[in-house]
């Protein structure tokens, strides 16, 4: 017996979820712990250089399995035409249509939407990584020629997109009727007290990290420094500036800082002088 576990995360077209893939895990492990051999096929816009369906030859499996996600529509009819020698499996699907080809080319269908199955997704287990939100500056038309910010962003971006963590996009900007956005700065302070740490090229990015108590990866998108740089100053925190944006050894290492020490509290300005100002021009 030899299995090939699939699912919408093996089409080309497909779509690769979180609860596909763990469904795929836990599938996985299950014959994995019962002692099937069995190879998993992924998307190549997904999973690039592991086994896609191309590299599966039918003649190479006695069974196809298929897990998670609605059966239905053509990608799912062409397993059943390329693996017509092989027994076929959907399992914790959901079923729109019993009558849909898609669904009857399976030998055997184990719903998840008769009310009585959970769905395979939390027989798998998971390994939980730090959550990085991630603040970036818009273009800045004070700084002129100075301001690198398309460079240092795409630099930044990749560099965080390679990191095994949860990234999560904030902004600063507030609104009342956008549902994405906070409508309060206590919203967005509360918001950013969940992450682990920030990567932020923007000064309020730093400055309310900090506030929050989260600390922070700060990189300057103005050549020879900005607002940013001196507001790091200010509070006695690193920056990176716009030319190190790539640099992802130096990255790294302010990330490592960031999740392995505690944030001293930022120090409070005074608006004494602002009162006193006030108070004198009466």
């Known amino acids: 017996m030899r299995v090939l576990l699939t699912g919408w995360a093996s089409f080309l077209h497909g779509e690769a979820t979180a609860g596909d893939v763990l469904s795929l895990r836990a599938a996985g492990a299950a014959l994995?712990?019962?002692?099937?051999?069995?190879?998993?096929?992924?998307?190549?816009?997904?999973?690039?250089?592991?086994?896609?369906?191309?590299?599966?030859?039918p003649e190479d499996y006695t069974h196809v399995v298929f897990t998670c996600g609605p059966v239905h529509g053509p990608q799912v009819r062409s397993l059943h035409e390329r693996y017509a020698s092989c027994r076929r499996i959907a399992a914790g699907v959901s079923v729109p249509d019993p009558a849909d080809p898609a669904v009857?080319?399976?030998?055997?269908?184990?719903?998840?939407?008769?009310?009585a199955t959970a769905d395979l997704s939390l027989a798998a287990s998971v390994s939980r990584t730090s959550v990085l939100g991630v603040v970036l500056a818009p273009r800045q038309r004070e700084y002129g020629g100075a301001g690198r910010h398309a460079e240092v962003h795409d630099a930044l971006t990749r560099w965080v997109a390679s990191l095994d963590c949860a990234r999560v996009s904030l902004d600063t900007r507030l609104a009342h009727e956008d549902w994405?956005?906070?409508?309060?700065?206590?919203?967005?302070v509360s918001l950013v007290s969940r992450m682990d740490a920030l990567v932020t090229t923007r000064l309020h990015g730093l400055v309310l990290g900090l506030k929050a108590g989260v600390p922070v990866v700060a990189v300057d998108p103005v050549a020879g420094?900005?607002?940013?740089?001196?507001?790091?100053?200010?509070?006695?925190?690193?920056?990176?500036?716009?030319e190190d944006a790539g640099d992802t050894a130096l990255?790294?290492?302010?990330?490592?800082?960031?999740?392995?020490?505690?944030?001293?509290?930022?120090?409070?300005?005074?608006?004494a002088a602002l009162v006193a100002e006030l108070a004198g021009s009466r």
Do not use: N, Y
């Open 32 to 57: 994995t712990e019962a002692g099937i051999d069995h190879d998993v096929a992924w998307s190549p816009g997904f999973r690039p250089g592991t086994r896609h369906l191309p590299d599966a030859p």
């Open 251 to 271: 990255l790294d290492a302010r990330l490592e800082r960031c999740l392995s020490a505690a944030v001293p509290p930022p120090p409070v300005p005074s608006l």
């Open 225 to 242: 420094g900005g607002k940013l740089t001196a507001q790091a100053k200010a509070l006695g925190w690193p920056v990176a500036a716009a």
């Open 180 to 188: 994405q956005r906070c409508a309060t700065p206590d919203q967005f």
């Open 104 to 115: 009857t080319g399976f030998h055997r269908v184990f719903p998840r939407d008769d009310g």
